[in-house]
């Protein structure tokens, strides 16, 4: 007769007997770790249908506990599955690999699995089982590199590892689907169910299938959330992903902004990477609290009328040991080669995306995060070191492709497939690239060419408008064209304008604290570049902090300088991009046609020796515009005069001297009637009141 080794882990107990209802006998247990952990060898036919067995404890007439064995239960993969993972097309992986509460014949469990093909073994350890790795060893399924077990009697809140016995060491790993994951330091896995939180935004995501959000305004309020605000009574200073929720929506609400972005949340061992070194892609940081909590803070913002966008990091990964590399004693998420494995800048290693199983980790996770987490856009982090093998290497640092060129023609294909599966999966998502160089169709779809992103963020609008507004304004018009080239490219790609945190970090100072000048030039050159950015093309994104005006530095430990309220000029920024969003949402014109030529027209970019430019916003009505004036030095001018499309009244609608922004209020209170004066190539011109270092929005009176 055949016979199975029992397992059970009786914690505080010091004897345990086997009971064979067959043959109504008691077997003695032999204890084989001091924590509790015995061990018996069982007739077959001792054990039900069920997996069950019974035992004895303390004494042979003692207390009977059913025990089930976790090797009698079905595999929980098909061998489509399996297919599916080895072709990299399992687009649902997360609903197989991982933890997964389950019930299975009547019995509820967890089932585990994990993708480790080159381990010699692999165990689930935890708590339950004192760490011991003989107690739950993982079965092979097939020739699939899969390993899993199925542990009854098991629920939710339980924490746990894989012990992978590589060729020369056990090595405890985090779970790579693990859908959450100890306060860091500390880095096991826990058993999470994602499935009960009750959602409550359905509305929202009906309609968001629907609409062309590309023609929507789009205003972004990047947040990184251990830092905008500061709990006293907590050790770390975090709040709960449920008090952030309420107290980010009232805020944005009052801010006008469209969208929150926040900086990454998946798990990540170092505070100080702010998050761009994951580790743990499919669980959000418990820094902040559990997934439900998570769950509630998206759904809270849709309610709210809020997109919610993530930064997710597929580029790179750290070296931690519990992580991904070398998972299974070789490089399996990586490359072996260095020159294609390990970034130089970052010291983290880069993901193989020619390898099938690897691809389909991340995109999986990507779609995990619309699926679960209804999250509305990926912003893709460092998309261009992905796309070139020689990305910040000396010239013998990299491998040519098979072709002999720089481009990384793996990650290309991972990326397209990428945003083809988002798109075609979940319609009316976002993913935007973090790219800076000038790959072409970025934002083009992938059957024309391009790699299918959403949008691209303009880094070079960013870096020439930053250079150009830290100049002096005496010196201004010698750079000129520092101004006025972004339009010659403006509607090659779908833009986002970011003034993001990187650019106040690392020594460059806060953005404030970049403007030339005194006191009041710094703050109203920094009211230029804002209304300069809302009405030029493209989407608007802005970081934490710069709509106060903030003088420090962002530091992620220290929190916001929200204490500059009290100020009347830091107040001023503040109602600045308040109505500056507003005037984005209200006005089509400044948000319909931001990626086509048709939207824009210049009235005047060559008069560099005055510093000026002015020019048209249309929406897809083309007779629906706003004329755009931004004075770039601090003379005001009495009587402008521009150029205008059509005759009659019209009136100023914003103006960023006004007194409300803490500016000297050289504005135009009375309708601006046109005349018979051609000007800048028009028939009909408008004169008025051109404040100093400002923008004013001027738009017909209908």
């Known amino acids: 007769?055949?016979?199975?080794?029992?397992?059970?882990?009786?914690?505080?107990?010091?004897?345990?007997?086997?009971?064979?209802?067959?043959?109504?006998?008691?077997?003695?247990?032999?204890?084989?770790?001091?924590?509790?952990?015995?061990?018996?060898?069982?007739?077959?036919?001792?054990?039900?249908?069920?997996?069950?067995?019974?035992?004895?404890?303390?004494?042979?007439?003692?207390?009977?506990?059913?025990?089930?064995?976790?090797?009698?239960?079905?595999?929980?993969?098909?061998?489509?599955?399996?297919?599916?993972?080895?072709?990299?097309?399992?687009?649902?992986?997360?609903?197989?690999?991982?933890?997964?509460?389950?019930?299975?014949?009547?019995?509820?469990?967890?089932?585990?699995?994990?993708?480790?093909?080159?381990?010699?073994?692999?165990?689930?350890?935890?708590?339950?089982?004192?760490?011991?790795?003989?107690?739950?060893?993982?079965?092979?399924?097939?020739?699939?590199?899969?390993?899993?077990?199925?542990?009854?009697?098991?629920?939710?809140?339980?924490?746990?590892?894989?012990?992978?016995?590589?060729?020369?060491?056990?090595?405890d790993k985090c779970d790579p689907y693990g859908f959450a994951a100890e306060m860091p330091p500390r880095t096991a896995s826990i058993v999470a169910d994602l499935n009960s939180y009750k959602w409550n935004d359905q509305v929202w995501m009906d309609k968001r299938g629907q609409e062309d959000q590309l023609s929507k305004p789009m205003s972004v309020y990047e947040v990184h959330l251990g830092s905008w605000a500061r709990n006293a009574e907590e050790e770390h200073g975090w709040f709960n992903y449920r008090y952030l929720a309420h107290e980010l929506v009232k805020y944005c609400q009052q801010q006008n902004h469209t969208h929150i972005e926040l900086m990454p949340i998946s798990e990540h061992p170092f505070t100080g990477s702010w998050g761009y070194q994951t580790v743990g892609y499919f669980a959000v940081t418990s820094r902040y609290g559990t997934p439900e909590d998570f769950m509630y803070f998206v759904d809270y913002c849709h309610q709210h009328g809020l997109s919610v966008i993530l930064d997710w990091v597929p580029a790179h990964f750290p070296k931690d040991d519990h992580g991904l590399r070398r998972f299974d004693g070789t490089a399996l998420y990586e490359h072996e080669d260095p020159r294609r494995g390990e970034h130089p800048d970052w010291g983290t290693l880069i993901f193989n995306y020619g390898r099938n199983e690897v691809r389909n980790f991340l995109i999986s996770n990507a779609l995990f995060l619309f699926d679960k987490y209804h999250i509305d856009g990926l912003r893709v982090d460092a998309v261009a070191s992905m796309l070139y093998l020689d990305y910040s290497r000396e010239h013998d640092q990299w491998i040519p492709n098979e072709f002999g060129g720089r481009e990384n023609l793996d990650a290309i294909s991972f990326l397209k497939e990428f945003n083809e599966q988002s798109h075609l999966q979940h319609p009316g998502v976002m993913t935007i690239a973090e790219e800076s160089t000038a790959w072409g169709g970025v934002s083009r779809p992938t059957f024309d060419g391009g790699l299918g992103f959403s949008l691209k963020w303009n880094m070079g609008w960013m870096n020439d408008t930053l250079r150009f507004m830290r100049k002096d304004p005496v010196y201004r018009k010698h750079h000129h064209g520092e101004l006025t080239f972004s339009l010659i490219y403006a509607f090659t790609e779908n833009f986002v304008l970011p003034l993001s945190h990187d650019e106040v970090v690392h020594g460059k100072g806060s953005l404030l604290d970049q403007m030339p000048g005194d006191m009041w030039q710094r703050f109203a050159n920094l009211r230029l570049l804002y209304s300069y950015m809302w009405t030029h093309p493209g989407k608007k994104l802005i970081f934490m902090g710069d709509e106060i005006g903030q003088w420090n530095e962002w530091n992620l430990e220290a929190g916001l300088q929200w204490d500059l309220l009290e100020w009347e000029s830091h107040q001023g920024i503040q109602k600045l991009i308040s109505d500056l969003n507003a005037m984005l949402v209200h006005e089509p014109a400044l948000h319909e046609v931001d990626f086509d030529g048709s939207g824009f027209e210049w009235i005047e970019c060559n008069d560099w020796e005055n510093s000026v430019i002015s020019y048209i916003r249309k929406g897809k009505n083309p007779e629906d515009f706003v004329a755009v004036v931004c004075n770039f030095t601090p003379s005001s001018r009495d009587d402008y005069r521009m150029g205008v499309p059509v005759a009659g009244a019209y009136r100023e609608i914003f103006n960023s001297d006004n007194s409300r922004y803490a500016g000297s209020d050289v504005i135009n209170t009375d309708d601006i009637q046109s005349d018979n004066i051609g000007w800048n190539g028009r028939e009909n011109s408008i004169q008025f009141r051109l404040p100093p270092m400002a923008t004013v929005v001027i738009k017909p009176v209908r």
């Open 1 to 171: 007769m055949k016979s199975a080794a029992v397992r059970a882990y009786l914690p505080g107990k010091e004897q345990a007997w086997l009971f064979h209802p067959g043959h109504g006998k008691n077997t003695p247990m032999k204890m084989i770790h001091p924590a509790g952990l015995f061990e018996a060898m069982c007739p077959m036919d001792g054990v039900t249908e069920k997996g069950q067995y019974q035992l004895r404890i303390d004494g042979g007439s003692g207390q009977m506990k059913t025990m089930h064995d976790p090797y009698a239960f079905p595999s929980f993969f098909t061998g489509f599955d399996l297919h599916l993972l080895g072709e990299g097309k399992h687009w649902q992986s997360y609903d197989k690999l991982g933890a997964h509460l389950r019930t299975v014949n009547g019995v509820s469990g967890v089932n585990f699995a994990v993708w480790a093909p080159n381990a010699k073994a692999v165990s689930v350890v935890g708590d339950f089982n004192d760490w011991d790795a003989r107690s739950h060893q993982m079965n092979r399924v097939g020739t699939s590199g899969v390993w899993e077990l199925f542990i009854p009697d098991m629920a939710a809140g339980e924490k746990y590892k894989y012990r992978v016995r590589q060729a020369d060491r056990a090595v």
